[in-house]
């Protein structure tokens, strides 16, 4: 087998696998940099309790209409707002932290939404919704990635600098105006509507792989907050492209070879970034002098 078998045959032949990694690069835009303000704030967990919140919302526009992109779509976007919306609320006004009640929402946003689609889906459908089929993105499914990705970008351009502000202090913004708590939802409905957009292609439980894990290994290679974003996205991506090729070669699920390979690259980064754990311990410790 030579080069051009191993690397550009399977796309160059087939239109699923290119319109598989179609989706997944341009997902990666937008995906990369939700995540890495999520890391910095603190809220990689979030992310994946609002990738489960959003299985109801799915699995209701799956019983209206079957494997629908369009009414599945809309129905994780509201159900990830409405959880985002009451943990909100809940947090407000009661003794419980947004952490804790984001907890207890997607549980049974979890358990309601494989309720839902049990009763008239099979075991295949549930697996769909689950876990995605990348390599069944059709046209329609790309443009939908690509409205959201789009929208995404334009939020993320107008919010940077309350978002960054909240990143380096998080009472600061909220000291200072009124703009806090409304830049906070309007963050989460961001990291909903990139779920969404991945949902169509990973799944609801491995949607947030493709968000948190290469914001989380740039994190060892970098320091700005640009060059973190723009890594994300070039790890998300090379994680898809390889992803797909293990899928393709060895026939397992493209899905989870696309976020293994990114955990991959996670602990590579981990061990050998110029911030992980091999450069800090080879790097000369200062001594006090006395």
Known sequence: MNLYDLFLAPFMQFGFMTRALAGAVILSLSAGPVGVFLMLRRMSLTGDAMAHAILPGAAAGFLVSGLAILPMTLGGFAAGLVVAVLSGLVSRFTIQREDNSLAAFYLISLALGVMLVSLKGSNVDLMHVLFGTVLALNNDALIMIGAIVTVSLVALALLWRPLVAECLDPTFLRSVSGAGQPVHLLFLALVVINLVGGFQALGTLLAVGLMMLPAAAARFWVRSLEAMCAL???????????????????????????????????????????????????????????
Not at 266 to 271: A, E, F, N
Request: aromatic residues 6%; proline residues 3%.
């Open 232 to 290: 994300a996205i070039a790890i998300s991506v090379v994680s898809s492209y390889l992803g797909l090729l293990v899928s393709y070669h060895l026939s397992v699920a493209s899905g989870p070879a696309i976020i293994l390979v990114a955990g991959a690259i996670y602990v590579l980064s981990m061990l050998f970034g110029s911030r992980g754990l091999v450069s800090s311990n080879l790097r000369p410790r200062r001594h006090r002098v006395a």
